[in-house]
């Protein structure tokens, strides 16, 4: 126990060094700064700028110009000024008559978050360069927009453009994709964690004189990684398609070449490539494993390295990867280690009730209970040394990801944070129950039955945990959404915003 004093204190320390040290936030997703033309003019424009927070990716961005009847008008290839990358060109091709004009944009932060939004000008009847019968005209010039990486327009009729109301990255579709995600990755650490950890110590403090449920153990333990690590497998590609439907629309999201720049150009591709192929090499270790599951030391050392990856790659595909230097490494380094807390805890506790407890059961009917005690014995230092470190993780990037306390509050991302915290809060009452009330009376078979169902119980609403997760990882920083209140409704407070919001 002094052990897990003696790492409960360092975490404290590095989690005060961070607060000293790394004060303020870095960065935020990509958003539009300004647009010209911005409202009426008496000049007929021949191009479209729009000045973006982050340098554009060309690739991932489209233009649509939507004319008085209602037509999409032509448009050029889009380029970034010689001046700023930040700031987008789009050559006006079409013929343009005197009326409201509308632009939607679409575009992804570096770190593959995708943002639209819509802007209008209004063109005088009086404006220079009006052509005397182009109003009879417009609708030829009507139909087409812009396509990343073409040179010439496309037909309208398919569209790149997820238009508003479209598929986003907090739609209820992506939320449970992500969710399913963080199951699979929870697993795959947890089966590690049971077998490396759990069982090690287990082994080394009680001489049982029966050891062979142990292997029996790490062998169900096995299985279930292969299992748990064949799932994110397929939520990775579901996943994938989620991500290049919020991004190309449904017209493209299947498009190969758009694929592939999406893989190659964002972090959160490197996220999704670096989370498949650890996901691989897990289905390989654990399959390894499970032929040796007593042994197999290099099997179950390809195991750990694929459950270190898992534990990096949401980290890749959230907040943390649109921060910049210092500041960004440090908070992919803290979801990292949330990451690998959370799963060493839960994740460790959901494999000892479905490999670890059915072993116990299955080692004689004279041990059975004393088993099962061994094993929580065991499994209990791990689970708080992680608990430990799942909070002072978590406070840290609750940090860096909020200007200060006052912005949380009102906010939509601190509403939602507030409400997994309320259910950490139930999760870790519960892990208190099992730890203070359960354990010490385990012995027997009604007892192990008494700690199936209050270990069910706090994975149950872990899991509640892990869904409002998948929904804050998609949710505005309270920083970035006092921007965007800022810059919708500059004469407002944001109070006053939210409100209004919620009604």
Do not use: C
Not at 188 to 201: K, Q
Not at 375 to 393: D, H, I, K, N
Not at 427 to 437: I, Q, R, S
């Amino acid at each position: 126990m002094s052990l897990v004093r003696g790492r409960a204190t360092a975490a404290a320390l590095l989690l005060l060094a961070g607060l000293v040290l790394f004060p303020a936030v870095a960065a935020a997703h990509q958003r539009l700064l300004g647009t010209s033309p911005s409202s009426s003019v008496d000049e007929v424009p021949r191009e479209l700028r729009l000045t973006f927070y982050e340098p554009v990716e060309l690739s991932f961005t489209t233009i649509r110009l939507v004319g008085p009847d209602g037509r999409t008008l032509t448009l050029g290839a889009l380029r970034t000024s010689a001046d700023s990358a930040n700031v987008l060109i789009v050559p006006i091709t079409g013929q343009l008559v005197a009326g409201q004009y509308t632009v939607h944009w679409a575009t992804a932060s570096r770190d593959g978050h995708p943002v639209q939004g819509e802007f209008g000008f209004a063109i005088a009847d009086s404006a220079a360069g009006l052509d005397a019968h182009a109003g009879h005209r417009a609708g030829e010039f009507g139909g087409a927009v812009t396509a990343p990486g073409q040179d010439v327009p496309v037909p309208a009729h398919h569209p790149t453009l997820v238009g508003p109301g479209g598929f986003q990255a907090d739609a209820p579709g992506y939320v449970a994709v992500r969710w399913a995600t963080y199951l699979g990755i929870l697993g795959v650490i947890g089966a590690a964690v049971f077998r490396l950890l759990v069982l090690t110590y287990l082994r080394r403090r009680w001489m049982l004189e029966n050891q062979e449920w142990l292997g029996v153990a790490a062998g169900r333990a096995a299985s279930l990684g292969v299992l748990f690590a064949a799932f994110t497998l397929m939520t990775g590609a579901a996943r994938l398609y989620a991500q290049s439907l919020a991004m190309h629309g449904s017209g493209h999201a299947l498009d190969v070449e758009r694929l592939l720049m999406m893989l190659q150009r964002t972090v959160w591709g490197w996220g999704w490539l670096i989370q498949m192929g650890a996901a691989a090499l897990a289905v390989v270790g654990f399959a390894l494993a499970r032929r040796a599951p007593d042994g197999g030391r290099v099997a179950w050392s390809l195991a750990a390295l694929a459950a270190l990856g898992l534990a990096l790659t949401p980290a890749l595909s959230g907040h943390a990867a649109a921060m910049t230097g210092s500041a960004g490494t440090l908070a992919i380094a803290t979801h990292t280690l949330h990451v690998l807390a959370a799963a060493g805890w839960l994740g460790s506790l959901l494999v000892l009730l479905l490999a670890g407890v059915p072993a116990a059961m299955a080692a004689g009917e004279a041990r059975r209970g004393e088993n099962v005690a061994h094993l929580v014995r065991a499994f209990s230092p791990t689970a708080m040394l992680f608990a430990g470190v799942l909070v002072a993780s978590g406070v840290l990037a609750a940090f860096l990801h909020s200007s200060s306390l006052d912005a949380l509050i009102g906010s939509r991302y601190g509403n939602l944070l507030f409400v997994k915290l309320g259910i950490f809060l139930l999760v870790f009452g519960t892990g208190a129950y099992n730890f203070l009330k359960v354990q010490p009376a385990l012995g027997s078979e009604a007892s192990t039955r008494h700690l199936k169902r209050s270990a069910g119980a706090e994975l149950a609403i872990a899991a509640a945990v892990l869904m409002v997760t998948a929904v804050l990882v998609a949710t505005a920083r309270p920083y970035e959404e006092e921007q965007q209140f800022a810059e919708d409704s500059p004469t407002k407070t944001m109070e006053e915003r939210t409100a209004e919001s919620a009604r």
